[in-house]
């Protein structure tokens, strides 16, 4: 990759996220300062209730903050409003669930488009086949979700996810759902895609070896940035894991 | 490229056709209702278009005496002078001028026996086939000779009768023996409808029938090659004052169009409860939708998520409603044709002879079907497209976050608002009765539409405590639904989702409160009815008549001169201007203060021999008239007569509001009268035995006349009136069965919903028949939540309407209790019926795949 990133492709400014009040008020986010370069693979770690899930949340624009920023790009969501933030949804994010991905009732193919089709924008064909051969969906395109296995679901997500070429993707759990097997394939062909197709991905999971596929991990626990890894082994994430929890 | 929205729509729509078939299916029976009453009435009232213009083909113009106001159809007439025949006949240009006569004429059978006809028995001048009046000959002669007679066929040979008989004839004037010369025929039929119709030559015809030198109306045909507008203007030159000429067309339009009117309102009143219908219809819409949304949840998070705007996620749920709408309204029209077609059948087996001539279908009638049928799908589908809308694309992954219900404060406001309008909106349109009726009536149906929709939404939060309520007190001769887990179950799933419950509910509750509304008003029309019959009837026989033709005043004269009979007193009616306005004015002899006790206040009754005016106290306030006063009154003829007051009455349940004397009416019209009913009283020392023997004998002889004492007469009026309930009533259940339809439909959605949790129970040990038993009882708790909802807002409502309607009418106010208990338990058999299908849906689950659902 040869662009040379002038500013991160996400970032949380100060990030706090505060439910309840008073008494039963609990920090889901407290004072989170972070950041995402451009074309790496991120993975957010963290004990249950670290507050891994609400950061990615506020980062895609799905939740909003009690105090302090969050950039898409250059973009500050806290200024914009319902109908920018779906705009932004459809053209620089991407998405990829841990199940329900797919909109039953339509095809793989019309699921991959779906959020071009919506912004009303016709999808960049010769991208479109990259990432469908990429994905390996070839064979799969004109089936319905319930005719595919889980990992092949979990493919037309992850193509949905690339197909408008977002600025960043975040995945929640991707591999959650699915076995061990199919896991490391979904993984493969994600990290297939920040190394080959350049893109952007933060991913949440609490499996070190999910996160071992990433080229950096971000711990949290109870709201905040604890630690940092750069090209993490399982057994390393695994290791910092456990003191985590301790 | 199709839009993706219009391609999730349909998407939606198919992949959930099941669901969504129910709902369907109460749309389609709501514009079937609309569609069949335009149809049923468009069709009936070209048939009888047509029926007219060809019966009265012939007829070119018709002489007859003015009117001076009414319905032209319908308004009593003076009869025209014979004598102006011959100088009519001699105008060039006519080719033939008929008296038309019509009178009372009742055929002896061949075993002695007077025919008994459902339509009237009529004598008519005739003398031969080439006539105007559309009468046909199938054989034998027209009646040339003084002593002959041609009868209808079908009437011929019910009595027995072959050409050549001597046949027996009851008219106005007396008995009398005729020659059977010919058999008539109507256009192409061989009868007359019901009716049996004596033709007799026109001297014959004027004596027999007592026509006195006078006809109905006379009626010209014109010779070819003439203009009927020169003629008639040659007619109208000759005629005096008081007698017009106008054409056959014009008579025919008048007759077909005043019994048009009738078929119009008939057809307003199905409109009425096709509205009830679907409005119904609309809650089970609304619920459907909610649901469908809410089950939906993640898939529009998951839009939203990725992209799709408010405005296409609302844009999706609407379409939707609006391809069921389509769908529905295209079934619905065509259902239409059906209904009208299966009323048809319904009333004509009843009795009621609808001309049918192929159903009528106008684009009129396509286009408020359509408008109707999708406007109320999808403004249904609104408000869950709002909510839709409305879910944050976080629930995606976090489901917990869904919906974000509307607080409960702020719907407390709500519905309460929209209750309190309701109530004031219906409270002005029955009380105050601001500018006439079609405002009363809009105000008071728009007022009942808002105090339901409010019922509706404060309802749901009730919904939960009610449940809880029923499920603990509804099985208690047995054992309580909550010790056993199935009842327990039932309780808490009714609990756990009030808005669903509540709106399940509401349909049933608008159904039956309509129903309860109904029985109220009606308990009260028949006991005010009975009461003021018992306070105020002292007859001892009434005689009435079953054709709705009147009875022949020959028959009081005959029975005031038994012995048997004390008082005897007809009751004939007219029609006079009063103050302006058309009213219908009673006319009986003195001898009815014998007969009815009217409560006269001021005066006496017999100052009616005195050619002087009794009215009802209402009137008499109103216009301010007192004893002495005297009131000017325009007859139907056009004559003017200054009426002085001589007595106030209070009862107007049989005299109604107006009476005069027979000396009176005489003078009021020339027209040949007719009893609608006669009273009488039984003389001193005669038993009740002999008197009804005495009158029964007089009766033999006028075959439609019905003879009843007065517990008789007292019941026959109530049946009138329950008949006309169970129409009601029978209307009312579409309604109700498509609130049925509601609860079934809702009850399968909740099931599909909770395919997870059934798996879950089953595999932890519960049976099938327990299983089945839950979804039975929270069918049961919803339906009688629902109908308790409809009978605690009905019984208000019809209170009102009976306190509303004028003393005349209601003067008790009457709850029927035991329709009330009625209605309570039949919502459980409503429960059972409800939950048949879902209950069996349940019970197929396979557990192991229902675990595996997501």
């Known amino acids: 990759m040869t662009q040379v990133a002038s500013y991160p492709a996400a970032a949380a400014l100060n990030a706090s996220k505060i439910y309840g009040k008073d008494d039963s008020e609990v920090r889901a986010l407290d004072d989170v300062t972070v950041d995402f370069q451009l074309g790496h693979f991120t993975a957010i770690m963290g004990p249950s209730g670290s507050g891994k899930s609400t950061l990615m949340h506020c980062l895609a624009g799905l939740d909003s903050l009690t105090s302090g920023r969050v950039l898409i790009g250059d973009t500050d969501l806290a200024q914009l409003d319902d109908k920018q933030l779906t705009t932004l949804r459809r053209e620089k994010v991407g998405f990829i669930f841990q199940a329900y991905n797919l909109i039953p009732t339509l095809t793989a193919l019309e699921n991959i488009t779906l959020p071009m089709d919506l912004g009303g924008v016709k999808p960049e064909q ?91 991990v971000v711990f ?8 940092e890894l750069s090209q993490p082994t399982s057994a390393q994430v695994l290791d910092r894991m456990k003191r985590l929890g301790n | 490229m199709v839009s993706p929205v219009v391609r999730l729509t349909a998407r939606g729509v198919v992949a959930r056709k099941f669901r969504i078939l129910l709902t369907t299916l109460a749309v389609v029976s709501g514009v079937a209702f609309v569609s069949g009453a335009f149809v049923l009435t468009d069709s009936v009232k070209s048939a009888i278009d047509n029926l007219f213009e060809e019966l009265r ?74 006539g105007l009046d559309g009468r046909t000959l199938i ?32 008219g106005p004037t007396g008995k009398d023996q005729f020659t059977l010369v010919g058999l008539t025929g109507s256009g192409n039929t061989n009868g007359g409808g019901g009716a049996s119709i004596s033709a007799f030559n026109p001297d014959t015809a004027n004596d027999f029938l007592g026509a006195q030198d006078q006809a109905d109306s006379l009626l010209i045909g014109v010779l070819p090659g003439f203009s009927l507008s020169e003629v008639q203007a040659s007619v109208e030159e000759m005629l005096p004052e008081s007698i017009e000429v106008i054409t056959g067309v014009q008579a025919a339009k008048e007759i077909s169009g005043s019994i048009n009117d009738v078929i119009d309102i008939f057809g307003k009143v199905l409109l009425g409860f096709a509205a009830i219908s679907l409005f119904v219809s609309a809650f089970l819409i609304f619920n459907t939708f909610a649901i469908i949304v809410s089950q939906r949840l993640r898939e529009l998070a998951l839009m939203r998520a990725v992209g799709a705007s408010t405005q296409q996620i609302r844009a999706m749920i609407i379409g939707e409603g609006l391809i069921i709408g389509i769908i529905a309204t295209g079934l619905g029209i065509l259902g239409g044709l059906g209904v009208a077609q299966g009323i048809t059948a319904l009333f004509n087996a009843a009795g009621a002879a609808f001309p049918t001539a192929g159903l009528t279908l106008s684009l009129r009638t396509i286009l408020v079907s359509v408008f109707i049928g999708i406007g109320v799908t999808v403004t249904a589908a609104i408000v869950p497209a709002i909510r839709a809308s409305r879910i944050p694309p976080v629930a995606a992954m976090r489901p917990e976050l869904g ?23 219906f409270s002005i349109g029955l009380f105050l009765q601001p500018g006439g009726t079609i405002i009363t009536l809009a105000s008071s149906a728009i007022g009942a539409v808002l105090l339901f929709l409010g019922v509706a939404s404060l309802s749901t939060t009730i919904a939960a405590p009610a449940s809880r309520l029923i499920s603990r007190i509804l099985p208690m001769p047995f054992r309580p639904m909550t010790r056993s887990v199935p009842g327990r179950l ?10 669903r419950t509540a709106s399940t509910a509401s349909a049933l509750m608008v159904g039956l409160a309509l129903v309860s509304t109904v029985s109220v008003v009606a308990a009260s029309v028949k006991k005010s009815f009975t009461e003021q019959l018992q306070s105020s009837v002292t007859a001892d026989f009434f005689i009435t008549n079953l054709s709705f033709q009147g009875l ?11 012995d048997e009979l004390g008082s005897v007193s007809p009751f004939r009616a007219t029609r006079a201007l009063v103050n302006g306005e058309e009213k219908q004015i009673g006319a009986v002899k003195p001898e009815m203060g014998d007969i009815v006790d009217v409560g006269v206040i001021e005066g006496s009754i017999e100052s009616l021999a005195e050619g002087k005016l009794l009215l009802h106290k209402d009137p008499a306030r109103d216009l301010g008239l007192g004893i002495g006063d005297s009131l000017d009154i325009t007859w139907q003829n056009g004559t003017t007569a200054t009426l002085i007051i001589g007595g106030i009455y209070t009862e107007a349940v049989l005299a109604g509001n107006w009476l005069i004397g027979l000396e009176t009416l005489s003078q009021a019209s020339k027209a040949p009268p007719v009893d609608f009913f006669i009273g009488a009283k039984i003389a001193d020392g005669v038993s009740i035995e002999d008197a009804r023997a005495a009158v029964e004998k007089v009766a033999e002889d006028f075959p439609s006349a019905e003879v009843q004492d007065q517990s008789e007469f007292q019941k026959s009026q109530e049946d009138q009136l329950n008949q006309l309930l169970a129409i009601v009533y029978g209307l009312l259940i579409f309604a109700i069965l498509i609130a049925v339809l509601g609860i079934a439909n809702t009850m399968a959605l909740s099931v599909y919903e909770r395919t997870r949790e059934f798996g879950l129970l089953r595999a932890v040990g519960m049976s099938k028949r327990h299983l089945k038993r839950s979804v039975r009882w929270e ?15 009905g019984i208000p409502l019809g209170v009102s309407v009976a306190m509303a309607l004028p003393d005349s009418f209601v003067t008790t106010t009457q709850i029927p209790v035991n329709t009330i208990v009625a209605i309570l338990l039949a919502s459980i058999v409503v429960g059972i019926v409800a939950a048949i299908f879902p209950a069996r849906r349940t019970a197929k689950l396979d557990v192991l795949a229902a675990i595996a659902t997501q």
């Open chain 2, 552 to 562: 022949p005043v020959a028959f009081a004269e005959r029975l005031d001169a038994l």
């Open chain 1, 220 to 227: 949290l626990a109870d709201g905040r940035v604890v630690d």
């Open chain 2, 490 to 499: 039932a309780s808490r799933n009714a609990q756990r989702t009030p808005r």
């Open chain 2, 139 to 170: 054989a034998g002669t027209a009646p040339k000779g003084t002593k002959d007679v041609a009868i209808d066929k079908s009437s011929a040979k019910r009595a027995g009768y072959e050409i050549g008989d001597i046949v027996t004839i009851v």
């Open chain 2, 57 to 130: 083909g012939d007829i070119d113009l018709e002489v007859r005496t003015t009117i001076a106001f009414g319905d032209e159809a319908r308004g009593e007439r003076d009869p025209v002078p014979l004598s102006l025949l011959p100088e009519i006949s001699k105008i060039e240009g006519v080719r033939l001028v008929e008296a038309n006569l019509r009178r009372s004429a009742t055929i002896i059978k061949a075993d002695g026996e007077p025919l008994k006809v459902s339509g009237p028995a009529f004598g008519i001048a005739w003398d031969g086939p080439e």
């Open chain 1, 126 to 216: 010769e991208w479109l086949d990259t990432v469908i051969d990429a994905m390996n969906l070839r064979n799969r395109l004109s089936h319905r979700p319930s005719e595919l296995s889980g990992g092949q679901q979990q493919r037309v997500a992850v193509a949905r996810a690339l197909a408008s070429r977002p600025q960043i993707i975040f995945a929640d759990e991707p591999t959650g759902n699915l076995d061990s097997k199919t896991g490391a394939e979904i993984l493969t062909f994600m990290k297939h895609a920040v190394t080959h197709l350049h893109q952007t991905i933060v991913m949440v999971t609490h499996d070190p070896l999910a996160a071992a596929y990433a080229d950096r």
């Open chain 2, 403 to 425: 919906f974000s219900a509307l607080q409960r404060s702020k719907r407390l406001v709500v519905g309460l608002t929209t209750l309190l309008v309701g109530i004031a909106l």
């Open chain 2, 779 to 793: 069918a049961i708790i919803v339906s009688v939540f629902g109908a308790t909802l409809g009978v605690v807002v």
